[in-house]
């Protein structure tokens, strides 16, 4: 059972390095195609592709999970504390950036003509 876990890993880690190499000779900036992020839930042991490879709405949930809680934390430092209004503030900034984020990605998705997570490898 954990030669098929050690498999599994290094299939991931291989089309993982596969598709960071694709996106790299396409002229993908690195902190485009592994945000900091990206590379600590992987430390953690979350299996997850590089944005470009995500689905829309993959990208919209990790982007709001990602600055809902770097805005809560911003937020409550320079707003003397965490309360109702500072609330709708990290609402309202991670819905439009997680939005803006999942567009973006899959803008250029489209215009780098990059295939499915799954068919790399």
């Not at 190499?21 to 590089?50: F, M």
């Amino acid at each position: 059972m954990s030669s098929e876990k050690s498999s599994e890993n290094t299939s991931f880690e291989v089309r993982l390095q596969m598709a960071h190499d694709e996106l790299e000779k396409r002229g993908v900036w690195r902190s485009n195609y592994n945000p900091p992020i990206y590379s600590l839930l992987r430390r953690l042991g979350i299996k997850l592709p590089p944005p470009y490879f995500l689905s829309f709405h993959a990208n919209v949930i990790v982007n709001f999970v990602y600055m809902l809680a770097l805005a809560s934390i911003i937020f409550a430092f320079t707003q003397g504390g965490f309360d109702a209004s500072v609330f709708d503030k990290t609402l309202l900034w991670s819905i439009a950036y997680s939005i803006f984020m999942a567009v973006f990605y899959l803008w250029r998705r489209t215009q780098l003509k990059l295939g499915a997570w799954k068919n790399i490898g």
